[in-house]
Structures are given as C-alpha cells and as structure tokens.
C-alpha cells in the first residue's frame, strides 16, 4: 500500500494554516517523497510544466517584441509568487501552498492576455465557452502529459482547490452560481472535474488561496504602473494626483530631489507594494481576531474572504485601477493591437474548425463530424496553449496576411 503523501515534517504553522500534514491528498495516490512536503511537490511540478514555461511568451499587457523589459506573464506570475510567499510567512501560513497556487494561477492564460481570452471565449460560446481559470485546471489535470501514471500534474486538493477558488467560491451554499457567474454558469471544465472530485465550490478557498489573490492584485496593479509608464502613456505628475501614489511621490522627491525618473518610478512602486502588503496583513489580522478561527476549514465557512485590503485601501485602488484602465488599458495603441490579436485568434479557431488536419495530429482526436463539441474543445486547448509568437507564426502559415501587432 502506497503511505500518504504528507509524511514530511514541516515548521510550525498557525492553526487557521492549510496544512501539508493533514492534506486531502492527491486524486491518485503516490508514495510520500523524502525530501519534500507535499505542497513543495505540487511547487516544483508546476514549475517544471510545460505550460509554466510557455507563460515567458505570453501577453501581459505588451506583446512580447514591444520590449525586452515588459512584464511576461511568467514574470508577473514571479512577482506574484514572491508577494504571496511573503504575505504568508509573515501571516504563519503555509508558505509553499500560497507560493504553488501563485505561480500556477495564469497557466490557463491564452496568448494576447485578455483579449486572446475574449475572443476565444466568443469562438467557443457555442460549445461551452472559455475560461482561463478553468483552464489553468484543465491543464494541471489532463493536458499536461508527462507523468506514467497519470495525466496532468497530480496536485493536491489544496492546489487545485486554490486554483479554482481563489478569487472566491462559485457556488452559494444553495448550489446556484455566485454573480460572476450566474449568467453563464460554472465553467464546463470546472464542473466536469469536480463531479469526480469535489472541490467544495461553495466554500471560501484557504487562506493560502485568498493571499496569493492579493498578491496577484498588489503584483498587476504595480507593474502596470511600471510598464505604463515604461511606454510613454502618462506623465508622472498624472500619478502625482492620486490618493494612493501622491503621497509617496512626495516622500520620494523630498527625500531624492532631482532623481531621474527611472529611478524614481522604481521607489515609487516599492514602497506601493509594501504598503499595499502591510495593509492587507493589518486587515486579514483584524478579521482573524474577528472570526477566530481554529482551523483552516474555519476560514473556508467564515461567510467572507479573510484575506482582504482595508477600505480605504479598497477606495483607493478603486482610483488607480480606474487609472490604469485609462492611461495604459484602453490606450490607442494598445487597443488597437488587442483588435488585431483578437482577428489573430479568430482566424485560428474558424481554420482550425473547418480543417482539423492544419493542426498537429495530436490535437485532432474527436475532430470527426459528429463530435463536433469535442473537436471545438481540442482546438480551444491547442490555441489557448499558444505563445503569442506561436500564434503570430502560425496565422502567417495559414493567411496571406497577418497583422504586425506593433
């Protein structure tokens, strides 16, 4: 009989901590590893997908030839990993379980960012649609194909738990679907795993999950002001005039007069992340006194997420991110080259529809007529997987013509 999986000793958590000792497991099981707990494992595997790798290539806000120094979606899942890392050992908490969930939380992205995701998404509206987050499950528990004993990665429940819920449960503790998705309902991948594997959808996720969320948010909101302001697309005293960055312009110029402004937006934005990172650790403290929780199953009944931003902090992200969309998001020429990854996009999944065989043999299972749900589905997985130069260099091999994404 395999032993479980859990049998590494590991330092002390506080008692609300997911715990690698007690974890649910694995959907199949396998001998305990020596060296390693087991959400360290689900780490590591993550690190070493295929699908992790392919994130160097793929569209945060700028298409990767725009700059060697713009944000990837790799790097940002980098930067998300060291923000969730540090929230969490600060907090006591299982620090490879928030550091796997934060790197493993875009592995689903298409190329082109969200406009790729759009797009696809309106391609499949037919066949069920398309959802990054289910599938970054998708691939950690069927398309990564790697291991002899099973698909995917293997994850424990914790991680895919977390991967799935961290911006929240799906369900209302009725069974209906949550705001976000009441309209469409729970994503079909989403829906079709946990009928074999329940990941308690009407549950808040660990407060593991909920740090790496607010990571993602402290890392996206700060290296965009970083990456829009890289591009030309505001002046600086146009940060100057908001609630959440005015003061700390101030502080550094005061303390720095005359410093270049390369250096300047770099002390800026550090000194946002880190009070943005203290925030968030003096509210998740008061909710904890609030609450009380004993355990880690405590913080997933709490009635609301744990891990939050105080709001005034909310009120003042609320300003910048209204920023962001204005100056960097919505942006002329980033609109524009979001239309043209779109028609990119689109193209590859009608080709692709229509001709099973422009696409690699492997990616054609069920393409036969009759399956034709199953088909759709292939080639949503085969673009979503794409780089976004992959995707360029593929549309060149299909059209005439292609548009230059510049």
Do not use: C
Request: proline letters at 4%.
């Amino acid at each position: 009989m395999n032993k479980p999986d859990n049998t590494r000793p590991i330092r002390a958590h506080a008692s609300y901590a997911a715990s690698a000792i007690a974890s649910r497991g694995r959907l199949h099981k396998e001998e305990a590893d020596s060296t390693r707990t087991p959400f360290q494992r689900d780490r590591d595997r993550i690190i070493h997908a295929t699908a992790f790798r392919r994130l160097t290539y793929k569209t945060q806000v700028f298409i990767f030839h725009e700059g060697d120094h713009y944000r990837t979606r790799l790097t940002h899942s980098l930067e998300v990993a060291q923000i969730a890392r540090s929230i969490a050992r600060t907090l006591a908490l299982d620090e490879d379980l928030a550091e796997a969930i934060a790197l493993a939380h875009d592995l689903g992205h298409t190329p082109f960012g969200h406009a790729g995701e759009e797009a696809l998404d309106a391609a499949m509206a037919p066949y069920g649609g398309f959802d990054h987050n289910a599938h970054s499950l998708r691939l950690v528990t069927k398309l990564e194909r790697k291991y002899a004993s099973f698909d995917g990665l293997n994850l424990t429940w914790e991680t895919l738990e977390g991967l799935v819920k961290h911006n929240g449960p799906l369900l209302r503790q009725d069974g209906t679907p949550v705001d976000a998705f009441a309209k469409k309902g729970i994503p079909q991948a989403i829906s079709n795993y946990v009928d074999g594997h329940d990941l308690a959808l009407h549950l808040y996720p660990s407060l593991e999950a909920q740090v790496a969320a607010l990571a993602d948010d402290i890392a996206y909101n700060n290296h965009d002001i970083d990456d829009g302001f890289r591009a030309g697309f505001y002046q600086l005293q146009e940060l100057a005039e908001l609630r959440l960055s005015g003061p700390i312009i101030e502080e550094v110029d005061s303390r720095y007069p005359g410093l270049e402004e390369t250096r300047l937006i770099y002390e800026v934005n550090r000194r946002l992340i880190t009070k943005m990172i203290e925030d968030a650790v003096a509210e998740v403290r008061d909710r904890l006194d609030r609450h009380g929780p004993k355990s880690s199953e405590d913080i997933r009944t709490a009635g609301e997420p744990v891990a939050a931003f105080s709001q005034a902090m909310e009120r003042e992200l609320a300003e910048l991110r209204g920023f962001l969309h204005g100056r960097v998001y919505s942006h002329q020429r980033v609109a524009r080259i979001m239309s043209d990854a779109k028609q990119i996009v689109r193209d590859l999944f009608e080709r692709y529809l229509e001709e099973p065989g422009a696409m690699p043999r492997k990616w054609t299972s069920g393409s036969a007529s009759h399956d034709l749900p199953q088909h759709a589905r292939n080639v949503a997985d085969f673009i979503a997987g794409m780089t976004d130069r992959y995707a360029i260099r593929e549309h060149a091999r299909l059209f005439d013509r292609t548009p230059d994404l510049r």
